[in-house]
């Protein structure tokens, strides 16, 4: 038999051809072979059981691995789906993939599933792990795996949108077969602690004129101490969701007149003035200018940029003077609109404008989730035009200023390279340089980044910044898109040394993403106690009596003049009342003033993280207060 090579992360070594990832990886050690989920082989995700025949680069995925989760999860929900239909034969099953945290089935049946359900599909579940189910891959040609489907529904509606030639794979465990790619585990009893979560409706293939069908979520663990420590993280998350902390310290609301269309309250938008004027500023300093288009443009802007092909679903539109006009889902076209508002040349090149754009894009409505998820929000677009040259440069500069912008609320990051989907506009060989280009960015930038095959934008690769907050839990914020096609469209040009026209090549970036679900991750980040500079109200002032408002109102006006945000509390209650409220609205710094400290001319501090600091003067508080703004210190 021939021998492979097969490169493992530290080491080549040579196999019999036609060994399987799980020999490999007993061959490493039985410690690895017990741990492997799946393997990455020539950066394709695969069985263990599948035979490799050829040289090249192999990764044994465990769950500690992002592809190694998704095939544990993605086997997990197999085994939801096979205690489903021991518990209910009639159950039509739809979809059940993985997600980023777990996996779900989608199901159709009469019976409403409820909390009181889980128990017994979770027992049911437990009883098939213990049995350590081989999981077994085939194959069938299409007119045989419809037959084979033939009494579920959904797995013969997919099935039957795959072309006729179509060899079409399954998996087996035990008397559960399903419709299904992979990869999986070898069993099922590696899943030793599993949870069902919850239940949600959801449109058959996300669309509202299909049947709603059941959504069942559930998160497994190879261990059990995992999933304690999950469902201590879920009973953190709980105190800490922005819905309800918007709605108790008056930052935003979401209300039934506008699902998905945020309100921000006066305390809400300090918050965000605050940090849009941090974007600003740091924005002048790069050398930004910033601009404003209309929110409603016609539809031949649209069919320009390609949106009104790829994108119409996702855009609101109406008719004006009996033309198609849209919401613009997306600010890039009033970008090139200003760039071309006249003639430029390679001198003024790079040419960087950003913009707070408000943008509105429909989402179903399943799919809204406070501000993490809406139908209106504000992006902080940039774009830079420029030339092939500078493109590193460039990328690097916005890399650095993202960086920049992410350590001042001490967010950890990890960057990752989407390289082109399958439905993209222009060349191959164009689409080749711009992701080499990036590639080049990133290495010279020095920080390890991954590579997302295949989730480029339709035109154009893209690097996306990872977010870690405070709990562990990763969002989707910053993003650098190199785009060679929109100038093109657009008919973009500047004048190059030479005399001639040439196009320039596009940056598209945002650094908070949406501001609305920046504002969302941050307020679960500090668990809505912001830094100092940030805080809705930066100082309660509480007299002790009513003999001591006086004095509190001259401290707050001489706070005020020194543009802090300043409130007296001098309701008829009692101090503790006064302290322990002041506490529950997250106030970064109280002073207490009595007799004592009026005629001292001094205050009692008691700040949020330290508690009582004792007497000082006014004078001293102050420089705290500002050298912590000054700083932009973060809370301990």
Known sequence: MSKIKIKLRDSETEFEAGVSGIDIAASIGAGLAKAACAVEFNSTMQDLRVPIETD??????????????????????????????????????????????GFYYDVDIEHVFTPDDFEQIEA???????????????????????????????????????????????????????????PHLMTTGPIKSFKITSVTGAYWRGDSNNKMLQRIYGISFPKKQQLEDYLTMLEEAKKRDHRRLGRELDLFDILEEGPGFPFFLPKGMIVRNELESLWR??????????????????????????????????????????????IKPMNCPGALLVYNSKMRSYRDLPYRIGEMGLVHRHELSGSLHGLMRVRAFTQDDAHIFMTEEQ???????????????????????????????????????????AEEALKKALEKNGKEYSINEGDGAFYGPKIDFHIKDSMGRRWQCATIQLDYQMAERFDTSYIGADGEKHRPILIHRVVFGAIERFIAIMTEHFAGAFPVWLAPVQVEIIPISENHHDYARQIESVLYDLGLRVEVDDRNEKMGYKIREAQLNKIPFMLVVGEHEKRDNTVSLRSRVKGDEGNMSLEAFIEIIQQQIRDKTLPE
């Open 391 to 433: 493109i590193e440069q460039e990328i690097l500069g916005v890399i650095r200023l993202t960086d920049r912008f992410y350590s001042i609320f001490g967010f950890d990051y990890e960057l990752e390279l989407s390289t082109r989907p399958e439905v993209f506009m222009g060349d191959i060989e164009t689409w080749n340089k």
């Open 56 to 101: 090249g680069a192999l990764e044994i995925l465990t769950f500690d691995s992002k592809d190694g989760k998704h095939a544990f999860w993605h086997s997990s929900s197999h085994v939801m789906a096979q205690a489903l239909m021991h518990l209910y034969p009639e159950i039509q099953l739809a979809i059940g993939p993985a997600i980023e945290n």
């Open 281 to 326: 500023s740091e924005h002048y300093k790069a050398g930004y200018h910033e601009i404003k288009s209309p929110i409603i443009l016609n539809r031949s802007l649209w069919e320009t940029s390609g949106h009104w092909f790829h994108y119409k679903e996702n855009m609101y539109t109406t008719i004006i003077d009996e033309e198609d006009f849209a």
């Open 124 to 182: 049911e579940m437990e009883r098939i792990v213990k049995q350590d189910i081989p999981l077994e891959r085939f194959s069938l040609p299409r007119d045989e795996a419809l037959s084979f489907m033939k009494d579920q529904m959904y797995k013969v509606e997919l099935i039957s949108d795959l072309p006729e030639d179509a060899i079409i794979s399954f998996y087996r465990q035990g008397d559960f077969v399903d419709l299904c790619a992979g």
